[in-house]
């Protein structure tokens, strides 16, 4: 089926524009392009005249064809703009780049004209890249659609880029470097296609092997990373990100107009998607290549030989500062190595084999550290000293790679240093698929590109189910609470409330009191029992320590008395406006192995809400040790969220303290996650401190604010969590019913892990089920098809299994898809079921589960293919409503369709 961006990326006719008598122009530059790149379509010239846009209407040559002009790229002045688009949607032009600038990126007029072409293009089903775009490239077909000076060769990569500028400077590069392409996309102001669609025609492109992108900034987060997690299930992409530091993020956002949230956060989120982040042009690119070579790295230690001391020593260097390992070689390893070298030699590693050591030499440390069960990968290193023989160490090199690919499952880099005298054995490493560069930082950062890659690839499994302990939170009771303080005018809970939202999610925490007189507050702590802690209380305090309205260790009745005085009159003073409804207490919370974290939730203007884990206290702010993770979250991410700061040291073992209770600590995590999904009015939430040790962990004190801007979903069959970049599995989705034999059916989305089942079930459908279902000839999936069955965004696409249990395992007996159109208002359906289980309703059920969730999320109508002869399907869709009507374009396919 032919993607719904091939009008754009493979056109068959192109009218440009702007093409006039100046030669300087930018239509004529983008005509000539064309023109030079042997484009294989139809190409047509028009050249509007004067203030007055004439137009394909009006043009004769356009007017005499009978096959409508598929493309068309405008570069005329802004203002010109909207009457071009209009024209060319009523002539049946199917997609238009914008290159003219002066729209979104130039004040409030322009940013109306964006509206206004995006109207128009709506209206008539345009799909618009731009406007203020270089514009698009597809080298395998001549068709160079931009103003610029570089042609494209034909190549594997695809580049998608925000900036112009940079990809004619990439251009350029690659042209000497005689690196090819099978898409350059510019985007512009990214009006309406954006990365998420891009990425989605990109990841079934047949052309198209490694995807490259540059991005200064994000506008729509769930579509983005929707289209990038399906692209990097399929095959590498590799993202360089500017806009790192405030400066840079305040150029991107003018630049291009699109939001710039925290740099963490953005790489928080490309750990979730299975891609590889660099962070210049010369990564960009080493990245594909060695990502292209196809190999595989189960971790990050990483064995060095090398002829010289010094850059074994660089590569060591650079491979710390990467967050790889050097790790010791085994012992049998140690003992085999000092066989085969001189006595001299480094005697670990980075394995020195000296500069007089001959290929014999290095194939022997090659091989044992290849084979070391305590390497994850080899870097081999050469320097051209008099007594190498760069080439034939190289064939040396690439013998030992062909011999272990079956059995030592690691990769090889290389990293001939020099110029003339290597210059053959790179090429021969190109020959043998070894990635090879000159220099050791680079070679050390594409070993550290593949483990960050496989590490993502495997946190893109990751899709955390619901919670599934007998211990439900009380959501509604927490959305009351939320919305009583909302409709009061509050955006802050106070203490007592936020402490109330957290154990409505069973998060452990200090039983709080509040007082609003002395005397109340002795006989709160005389129910408590002493020891005490007393905060202020007050809805326009956030940091309580901040005015000095805290005091620890009230150990008596007078003390407390006291204290209240003390800390009324303390804040006063130093908060003069703020409300003050008295203090809370609770009790102190002493044990001896206590350690103080903060969780807590932040908004980030681009990816929405965030999980952030980190040292607690009052020093947080100095210490600034954080890491941030996307929810939802599971067991797999919290780990490695923790990992990441500098307080998991001190949650293990260490001198007199024992290991922290780590299972409470990841209860209270899941929760988070579990309640900023259910509560989208969450704008930013503290638990500061969370105390933990080994016996459990408590939230001593927590600040909940909230917003009023995001809508609150209700639950049902369409709910699907708005605020989310990464939208949960969609538990609350899961059906059972017992079927007539009494054996129970379960109806639920499918999962990654459920690829096997459904290869299984695939596999054993008849020929003429599979005929009908996918309308070809197949044994099975393909390892792609598997891969984007499998693992959906549960947002644009939706599938249902139907299974039973047999012998105590599931099987799966049908399923039923859709996946909502790029016009956000209808969806393509597809269904199949087991043939020893036609007429048993299952195929009205799952259609009936699939309808309901497409009309929950406000889709419009649900569409679809049948074949002709496909007579139960066609009875079914008659059954349910469906109109059936033949296809124009194939006879012997039926068109079925359903307004919902």
């Known amino acids: ?93 199917r997609a238009a780049a914008v290159l003219s600038a002066g729209f979104g990126e130039a004040g409030p007029e322009g940013k109306a004209l964006q509206k206004e072409i995006l109207k128009i293009a709506r209206h008539y089903r345009i799909r618009l890249l731009g406007p203020n775009c270089l514009g698009l490239i597809r080298p395998s077909m001549g068709l160079n659609a931009t103003f610029g ?66 991005i200064e900034g994000i506008r729509e987060a769930r579509g983005f990373l929707s289209g990038l997690r399906a692209a990097a299930r399929l095959k590498p992409v590799i993202v360089m990100k500017t806009g790192r530091h405030p400066a840079a993020s305040h150029a991107a956002v003018s630049h291009t107009g699109a939001l710039v949230g925290a740099d963490d956060v953005f790489d928080a989120a490309l750990d979730r998607a299975g891609v590889v982040r660099v962070q210049t042009v010369d990564e960009l690119f080493s990245a594909a290549r060695t990502l292209s070579y196809g190999m595989k790295v189960r971790g990050k230690r990483l064995a060095i030989v090398t002829n010289g001391g010094g850059p074994g020593v660089v590569a060591a260097d650079m491979a710390v500062d990467r967050d790889l390992t050097i790790p010791d070689l085994s012992p049998n390893t140690l003992s085999a190595l000092d066989e085969a070298l001189p006595a001299h030699w480094s005697k670990g590693n980075p394995v020195d084999v000296l500069g007089d050591a001959d290929p014999g030499r290095f194939q022997k440390a090659v091989r044992l550290c290849l084979h070391d069960l305590n390497s994850d990968g080899v870097l081999v290193m050469l320097t051209p000293q008099a007594m190498s023989e760069p080439t034939a160490v190289a064939r040396e090199v690439i013998d030992v790679w062909h011999a272990a690919k079956g059995t030592a499952h690691k990769p090889i880099l290389t990293c001939w240093m020099g110029q003339h005298h290597v210059a053959e054995a790179h090429r021969l490493f190109a020959e043998a ?71 409505a999610f069973h998060i452990p925490v200090a039983e709080t009191r509040a007082a609003a007189t002395a005397e109340e507050a002795v006989e709160v702590a005389s129910q408590l029992g002493f020891p005490v802690v007393m905060k202020i209380d007050s809805p326009d305090l956030s940091h309580k320590s901040d005015v000095d309205g805290v005091e620890l260790n009230l150990r008596n009745s007078e003390e407390v008395g006291r204290a209240f005085s003390n800390v009324m009159e303390r804040v006063r003073a130093n908060a003069p406006e703020a409300k003050l409804t008295g203090v809370t207490l609770e009790k102190q919370w002493s044990r001896a192995h206590v350690r103080e974290l903060l ?274 399907m066609l009875r079914l869709m008659r059954r349910l409503g469906f109109q059936v009507a033949t296809c124009a374009d194939a006879p012997d396919v039926k068109e079925v369709s359903l307004d919902l």
């Open 433 to 503: 698929g070894i990635p090879s560069f000159y220099t050791p930082e680079a070679a050390v950062s594409a070993f550290a590109q593949l483990w960050h890659y496989h590490r993502n690839q495997r946190l893109l499994l990751e899709v955390p189910g619901p919670l599934t302990d007998q211990s439900r939170p009380q959501v509604e009771e927490s959305r009351r609470l939320v919305q009583a303080a909302l409709e009061k005018g509050r955006t802050h809970l106070s203490s007592s409330e936020a402490k109330t939202l957290l154990a």
């Open 599 to 872: 969780v807590g939730v932040v908004r980030d203007p681009v990816f929405g809400p965030v999980i952030t884990f980190g040292w607690g206290g009052t020093t947080v702010e100095v210490l600034a040790d954080r890491a941030v993770c996307l929810p939802p979250l599971n067991s797999v991410l919290i780990r490695r969220m923790i990992a990441r700061t500098r307080v998991a040291r001190l949650l293990g073992a260490f001198r007199n303290l024992p290991p922290v209770d780590a299972l409470a600590l990841e209860h209270v995590l899941l929760r988070l996650s579990e309640l900023v999904c259910e509560i989208p009015e969450i704008e930013e939430l503290d638990i500061n401190p969370l105390s933990t040790d080994e016996s459990g962990v408590c939230a001593l004190d927590a600040r909940v604010h909230l917003t009023s801007s995001q809508p609150r979903k209700i639950p049902g069959p369409g709910r699907y969590f708005a605020h989310m970049a990464i939208p949960p599995y969609p538990g609350n989705l899961v059906k059972t019913t017992t079927l007539d034999n009494g054996k129970t059916l379960t109806v639920r989305p499918i999962r990654p892990e459920d690829a096997e089942m459904e290869q299984r079930f695939v596999r054993n459908l008849s020929p003429e089920a599979k005929y009908f279902r996918f309308m070809q000839s197949l044994q099975e999936l393909s390892p792609e098809m598997l891969v984007r069955f499998t693992q959906i965004d549960y947002d644009r696409e939706m599938a249902f299994l139907a299974s039973i249990h047999e012998k105590g395992k599931e099987v799966e007996i049908g399923i039923a898809r859709y996946i909502i159109n790029p016009d956000g208002e209808s969806c393509e359906f597809a269904i199949v079921v087991a043939d020893n289980w036609h007429d048993r309703g299952i195929g009205t059920l799952l259609m009936r589960t699939l309808m309901d969730e497409a009309r929950g999320k406000g889709i419009k109508q649900i569409e679809g293919q049948v074949l002709t002869t496909n007579h139960p």
């Open 149 to 214: 000076k570089s042609q494209a060769h034909p190549g594997e990569l695809a580049l998608v880029s925000q900036s112009g500028a940079l990809c004619t400077a990439i251009l350029d590069w690659a042209e000497a470097e005689r690196i090819g392409f099978s898409l350059v996309v510019s985007l512009g102001n990214a009006a309406e296609i954006d990365f998420g669609e891009v990425l989605d025609y990109l990841a079934t492109d047949p052309k198209t092997r490694s995807i490259l992108l540059y």
């Open 1 to 93: 089926m032919k993607h719904y961006l091939s009008p754009l990326f493979s056109p068959h006719s192109v009218a440009v524009f702007g093409a006039s008598e100046r030669a300087a122009s930018v239509g004529s530059r983008v005509f000539a392009n064309l023109v030079s790149a042997s484009f294989d379509g139809l190409l047509f010239p028009v050249n509007p005249k004067h203030e007055h846009v004439q137009g394909m209407l009006c043009h004769p040559e356009i007017a005499a064809i009978t096959k409508p002009v598929e493309m068309a790229v405008i570069a005329t002045p802004a203002t010109t703009v909207p009457d071009i688009l209009k024209q060319c949607g009523e002539k049946g032009v």
